[in-house]
């Protein structure tokens, strides 16, 4: 409001037109951002440690302020980039304004680009490279499976290209701020309840954070069209619903990040490749019951006791094909990593730091198999959440060490593979290996085996199928109170269990030897 009269101020962004740069397909223009569990995992820390608060860095007008094409070509080794670009018509004018320009000639002259400017391809990375060498110059160093996670003492970062999630305590964020701003100059700093990426942090009185994305979903627009409402249910959406579909089943998948309880209908709808009324229908279904039951990512205050559960389930259908002998069969994982601590008043708490629901990669003939592959699996995809765990407690782990650690063992933090499968649990648990009756499936058994011998899983445990978290990421047609049990900070075991720990005799640990503690 300029002397009592109302004035409208609109951002003007100069972007270039990137799509007619002949270089763009040639270049290494790779941006990475901080993956979904690591921003769990950032929260998790947040209320693992107390004294540590959450904040959200911005870079205003950050593409411009990243390397120059000179500098990014010293950077990386590679040849420097010559990029031209002409001025919007009638835009001249405006430049020849400017001292130094006055005989500037759209028709005979263009303009060179010194800096990797909005609308390049290789912006980002300018621009990515730029902060990281800030980011390394301040201390912070990349965890071994994630180079837009940085940590140090007393002090987490998730990077998103300009935008940067952090906790810690709060002298070190400012004075992460501060450096930060000597090199790309102002920024926004916001902390303790902010919106980043479309998912909103915010830390309670008693240290717990929470995460959602109530105001993302509201904004979520089931599929209406009258073609959809006329329409039989088997077939085949016309191509607007069918495009319909697709864009809100993908809006769908990014809720996941906080709304594990859908996964499994999310799994389901991205294994239709021609859509019918029917998908459709339910695709909008998904989008409704979500709405209408907000849920929010509860990682209560708690201190970490250096434990991690691996829920693993799997789901397996044999179907009957079109024809008489045709026989189609379909097995689906689910995984859950839960991080186990004691809060305040000495109750047992948990966090969800990573959800896995895939369809399995492998054939699958029998619920042995399925149950079986999807721990071998899981463990797999599950490491390098165990590795940064590990990683956040004792610093950054050397490419030797984590050599070490996969060949000899050792692994700080104590692993508990949890099954609901009996048979399973006898494969692992039993003092003499039998062959399963599936010959292909013994290396699977003996290299779960391994990893116990090898204390990179410490215990295997098997719950009643009742208590199993993982259960919803498998099967549709179950409740889902398990998985927001644990999505709000619970997890207990109401029925028998049994744990088998293997005798693990003295070594060595020499993956762990050289760690130095934060």
């Known amino acids: 409001q300029d002397n009592g009269e109302w004035c409208r101020i609109i951002r003007m962004r100069l972007v270039l037109r990137g799509f007619m740069d002949l270089d763009a397909f040639n270049l290494e223009a790779f941006a990475g951002t901080a993956r979904r569990t690591r921003q769990r995992l950032l929260a998790s820390e947040a209320a693992c440690n ?5 904040a959200s860095l911005d870079i205003d007008k950050a593409f411009l302020k990243g390397f120059t094409y000179k500098e990014l070509a010293a950077a990386t080794g590679e040849q ?79 990077k998103h290209v300009d935008d940067v999630n952090m906790t810690g305590k709060e002298p070190k964020i400012d004075a992460y701020v501060e450096a930060v701003k000597e090199v790309f100059g102002s920024c926004k700093v916001t902390k303790h309840s902010f919106t980043n990426c479309s998912v909103h942090y915010e830390m309670l009185p008693d240290g717990s954070v929470e995460m959602d994305q109530d105001d993302y979903v509201t904004t979520l627009r089931p599929i209406v069209s009258p073609e959809l409402t006329g329409g039989t249910a088997e077939a085949t959406a016309t191509e607007s619903v069918a495009a319909q579909f697709v864009s809100l089943r993908g809006a769908l998948a990014y ?77 689906i994982r689910g995984l859950n990593v839960l991080r186990r601590g004691k809060t305040a008043d000495g109750k047992d708490a948990v966090h969800l730091v990573e959800t896995i629901c895939k369809s399995h990669r492998l054939q699958i003939r029998s619920s042995y198999a399925a149950e079986t592959i999807a721990a071998a699996h899981g463990v797999d995809e599950a490491y390098p959440t165990m590795v940064t765990i590990q990683e956040l407690a004792h610093g950054v782990m050397t490419p030797e060490q984590l050599k070490k650690l996969w060949e000899y063992g050792g692994l700080l933090v104590e692993v508990t593979l949890t099954t609901d499968a009996e048979s399973r649990y006898k494969s692992l648990t039993s003092k003499d290996l039998k062959v399963p009756t599936e010959k292909t499936l013994m290396g699977h058994v003996s290299w779960i085996r391994e990893m116990m011998m090898l204390d990179l899983i410490h215990a295997v445990q098997w719950c009643d199928t009742r208590d199993m978290t993982a259960d919803g990421h498998t099967k549709g047609s179950v409740d889902r109170h398990l998985l927001l049990e644990v999505m709000s900070g619970r997890q207990a075991f109401v029925h028998e269990c049994k744990t088998y720990s293997p005798h693990r005799g003295e070594r060595q640990n020499t993956a762990g030897s050289h760690l130095v503690n934060f």
């Open 50 to 54: 107390k004294g540590f608060i959450i």
């Open 80 to 158: 420097e980039r010559l990029v031209c670009f002409k001025l919007p018509a009638g835009s001249a004018a405006i430049l020849r304004t400017i001292k130094g320009c006055e005989n500037y000639d759209e028709s005979r002259h263009c303009l060179e680009s010194l800096k990797a400017g909005t609308g390049t391809k290789d912006a980002p990375r300018a621009f990515s490279l730029k902060l990281k060498k800030t980011t390394g110059g301040f201390g912070l160093q990349s965890t071994s499976f994630d180079p837009e996670f940085e940590i140090m003492k007393d002090l987490r970062t998730a």
């Open 255 to 331: 809720t996941t990040i906080t709304q594990a309880w859908i996964q499994v209908y999310i799994v389901a709808m991205q294994r239709v490749q021609v859509p019918t009324n029917l998908d459709a229908r339910r695709v909008n279904a998904v989008t409704r019951k979500l709405q209408k039951e907000l849920k929010k990512m509860i990682y209560p205050a708690m201190a970490c006791e250096g434990k991690i559960d691996l829920h693993s389930d799997s789901g397996y259908r044999r179907l009957t094909g079109d024809g008489d002998d045709e026989v189609k069969r379909y097995g």
